[in-house]
């Protein structure tokens, strides 16, 4: 079944059909990491974990590469204000190595809580200096560039067609009130591709210019063409990255090597909070961690993800990953009720519910349509392990580890007891020893609107969370 993928270059969902047969050369823009990915950076890398999962369900090999944004994101994409990491660095009154090798820890440790799949090859910034510079002698030598006194620049003007991804009318723009103070530039929209460091400057290399470090975008350039090539198949990101950086990375490809770089391009939409932006001054730039705070697990944000199609808005609000997170319970309770299920359900049903998954999957990653296949399943009176091994095989593409499920369920069940419950408990036994079972039966009702539900057997009293 052919996979259909929407091309933000052609904008229309095609065909999907790799360069070379079974390889997928993939590339994603990743974390600049100079702070906390918040969940809005973490839908990107859902997507980005969907996309791997759909193309190995459907047999291909993949070689993917996501970089780590070290060096060189200035505070506007379009090079303006300072660098990222070295704003950070001062804030924090620390180096920006340190800075980095912090942030971009917490990063792939939460990316493993979301059971997001490592990329084959993680490329950092600072760690291709060298490749990035001969990109730009490239670029000059094909007489793409000039410098100016601030840097190296990308002259626009050379290519036969700018933009060609986003649907911005530049030279309506150009003429437009929107002056750019940079006289030195030859067209307000040409691009940093080398930056000269100013004194205090921290991260700065040797290079024909003197002391100086690489723009933003020739880092993904650089570095996608070291690991995948000229021309790969697919590049991902999100929407903000379509007007400035993917458009420039665009530019600088056309300008070396003459090609588009990637056949593909892929953009996630936003995460909105309370139906607004996220953001800084409003507070509501949630972690993970700030979730987990509220008993929503990294996987129900994962599977809370899939209630939009990633090419729409999703709105996050604590009461709806709150009903996610019990979502994610039924789930794994019914992914078990079928693992120890006896009946048997007939072949052409189960080759009917694969059809549909891959069908879903396979019509541009359409997750919540796919869910809703895995929702029928999980409801499906006959109890069966086909089903619960069908639905493993289905994990295989949302990566929620339901084959642990079982753990999952009992740690939430294993519940530290505030003290005025333990007291209940204490008296209830009390009452039980004396054989007094209305109050025993009594002090159970109050605990159940308290929220513990208590059940008596052999080994004695259990409590649950209800
Ligand atoms: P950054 O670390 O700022 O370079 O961003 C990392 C990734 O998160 C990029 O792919 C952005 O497009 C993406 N991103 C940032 N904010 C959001 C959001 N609110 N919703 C979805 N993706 C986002
Ligand atoms: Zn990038």
């Known amino acids: 079944m052919p996979i259909q993928l929407y091309n933000t270059l052609t904008r229309t969902k095609e065909i999907f059909k790799p360069l070379e047969q079974k390889n997928v050369r993939i590339y994603s823009c990743g974390p600049t990491v100079y702070s906390y990915a918040h969940i809005g950076n973490f839908r990107a890398y859902i997507f980005m974990d969907t996309l791997r999962r759909v193309l190995e369900y459907n047999g291909y090999n993949l070689k993917h590469v996501m970089n780590i944004t070290d060096v060189g994101h200035l505070e506007s994409d379009a090079d303006e204000g300072e660098d990222k990491m070295e704003k950070a660095a001062r804030k924090e009154n620390k180096n920006p190595y340190e800075i980095a090798k912090y942030y971009t820890d917490i990063f792939f440790r939460d990316m493993e809580r979301l059971n997001i799949e490592k990329p084959e090859i993680i490329a950092k910034a600072t760690e291709h200096i060298a490749e990035m510079l001969e990109f730009v002698q490239g670029l000059i030598k094909n007489g793409y560039a000039y410098e100016t006194s601030k840097g190296i620049y990308f002259d626009i003007s050379k290519l036969d067609k700018y933009p060609v991804l986003s649907n911005r009318k530049i030279d309506e723009q150009i003429a437009g009130a929107r002056v750019d103070v940079d006289i030195e530039k030859k067209s307000p929209y040409d691009f940093a591709l ?57 530019a600088q490809s056309k300008g070396l090597t003459g090609k588009i770089p990637a056949k593909f391009w892929m953009h996630v939409e936003f995460l909105q909070v309370d ?80 059809n549909k998954f891959l069908e879903t999957i396979n019509d541009d990653l359409n997750m919540p349509a796919a869910m809703g296949i895995v929702w029928e399943i999980v409801r499906n009176n006959s109890k069966s392990k086909q089903l619960a091994n069908l639905l493993l095989k289905f994990d295989k593409v949302l990566g929620l580890d339901l084959e642990n499920s079982k753990k999952y369920l009992d740690e939430s069940k294993k519940v530290e ?19 007094d079972w209305a109050l025993s039966d009594e002090i159970r009702d109050i605990l159940k609107q308290k929220g513990y539900i208590i059940k008596d057997s052999k080994e004695g009293m259990l409590v649950e969370k209800a």
Do not use: V
Not at 197 to 213: D, Q, V
Not at 217 to 246: N, R, V, W
Not at 303 to 323: D, G, I, M, S, V
């Open 275 to 354: 139906g607004g932006k996220m953001s800084k001054s409003l507070g509501n730039t949630y972690t993970l961690d700030n979730l987990q705070e509220r008993e929503i697990e990294p996987l129900a944000y994962k599977l809370f993800c899939f209630t939009a199609h990633y090419r729409t808005k999703l709105n996050f609000t604590f009461e709806t990953a709150l009903a996610t997170q019990k979502a994610l319970m039924r789930l794994r309770e019914g992914f078990l009720k079928h693992l120890e299920g006896k009946e048997n359900i007939e072949e052409k049903q189960i080759k009917e519910y694969e």
């Open 194 to 250: 080398w930056i000269k460091a100013p004194e205090n400057h921290i991260m700065k290399w040797e290079s024909p210019w003197g002391l100086s470090y690489p723009g933003w975008h020739i880092e993904c350039s650089a570095m996608g063409k070291k690991y995948l090539g000229d021309q790969f198949d697919i590049h991902t990101g999100g929407i903000d990255h379509i007007p400035t950086h993917h458009e420039n990375e665009i």
């Open 417 to 435: 007891l505030p003290e005025e419950i333990k007291e209940l408990i204490e008296k209830r036994k009390k009452a039980r020893e004396n054989k």
